[in-house]
């Protein structure tokens, strides 16, 4: 559980170095389509991340085998 967060948490701030260096590096009219692409893209996969961290559901229930 502690590993899942750390890559969320690696995910999340490798999400804002490429947000920044994306509007750093293009024009402002390009700033919209960066942004639209970013909240599509990393926003979701990062809070998706989250919220399986927090999610338990035993392995007798889900049939797995470790």
Not at 2 to 22: E, G, K, P
């Amino acid at each position: 559980m502690d590993r899942h967060n750390s890559i969320c948490y690696f995910l999340s701030i490798l999400h804002f170095v490429i947000l920044f260096l994306s509007i750093s590096c293009f024009h402002w009219h390009s700033y919209l389509f960066t942004l639209y692409l970013y909240s599509e893209t990393s926003v979701i996969s990062t809070l998706r991340c989250f919220q399986d961290s927090h999610i338990s559901i035993p392995y007798e229930e889900t049939g797995l085998v470790l």
